[in-house]
């Protein structure tokens, strides 16, 4: 039993000239053909495929920005609860406004970068870890050729200047509960 073609890649072909006549006085039995660029065009053209990439990317940086500042707020908020005896002494010893602003904004910025430069520098091979899980044809085989991460950096800066933005609200929140803070109740340990 001979093995014959069931599927041929031509090069260059008409697609009105190559019907399943012509693979046939060949010797290949065509159940179809299959334009490549016209496939890609139908493909373009529907908003849906073009938009569900983008729309998912959207909505997953979305996600991360809100989920970030949320637990960067929630996190500073606990921090200035905890804290606040801290900042009523150093108040005492006469810190200016400007002084604990600067306090706060080093630390939290410590934090910040700290994480961003750990979630950037993490990123990138995990990135590559999980394209080769996620590349994978219908039959379950590897694609050819095989998929290449990418990083879009003009959404990656996005989202970091909108964190930046989030951030430099918490702070100048946090910087502001700090020099308003009644130092005279905060002293008086469980009133605060």
């Given at each position: 039993?001979?093995?014959?073609?069931?599927?041929?890649?031509?090069?260059?072909?008409?697609?009105?000239?190559?019907?399943?006549?012509?693979?046939?006085?060949?010797?290949?039995?065509?159940?179809?053909?299959?334009?490549?660029?016209?496939?890609?065009?139908?493909?373009?053209?529907?908003?849906?495929?073009?938009?569900?990439?983008?729309?998912?990317?959207?909505?997953?940086?979305g996600a991360v920005?809100?989920?970030?500042?949320?637990?960067?707020?929630?996190?500073?908020?606990?921090?200035?609860?905890?804290?606040?005896?801290e900042f009523a002494?150093?108040?005492?010893?006469?810190?200016?406004?400007?002084?604990?602003?600067?306090?706060?904004?080093?630390?939290?910025?410590?934090?910040?970068?700290?994480?961003?430069?750990?979630?950037?520098?993490?990123?990138?091979?995990?990135?590559r870890l999980m394209?080769?899980?996620?590349?994978?044809?219908?039959?379950?085989?590897?694609?050819?050729?095989?998929?290449?991460?990418?990083?879009?950096?003009?959404?990656?800066?996005?989202?970091?200047?909108?964190?930046?933005?989030?951030?430099?609200?918490?702070?100048?929140?946090?910087?502001?509960?700090?020099?308003?803070?009644?130092?005279?109740?905060?002293?008086?340990?469980?009133?605060?």
């Amino acid at each position: 039993d001979a093995v014959s073609p069931n599927e041929a890649w031509l090069r260059g072909a008409n697609p009105e000239v190559m019907t399943r006549d012509a693979l046939a006085e060949r010797g290949v039995q065509a159940e179809g053909v299959l334009d490549r660029r016209a496939l890609r065009a139908a493909q373009e053209a529907d908003p849906l495929v073009a938009a569900s990439w983008e729309g998912i990317l959207f909505l997953s940086f979305g996600a991360v920005l809100v989920l970030t500042g949320l637990g960067f707020a929630v996190y500073a908020t606990m921090a200035a609860q905890a804290r606040a005896l801290e900042f009523a002494i150093l108040r005492t010893m006469g810190f200016s406004s400007r002084q604990v602003l600067g306090l706060v904004s080093f630390e939290q910025l410590f934090v910040i970068a700290a994480g961003v430069a750990a979630g950037t520098f993490l990123g990138f091979p995990l990135g590559r870890l999980m394209i080769g899980y996620l590349g994978v044809t219908e039959s379950g085989n590897e694609p050819v050729p095989p998929l290449v991460s990418q990083v879009s950096w003009p959404a990656v800066l996005t989202v970091y200047l909108s964190l930046a933005a989030v951030f430099a609200a918490t702070i100048t929140a946090l910087a502001a509960v700090y020099s308003r803070l009644a130092v005279h109740r905060a002293l008086r340990i469980g009133e605060v």
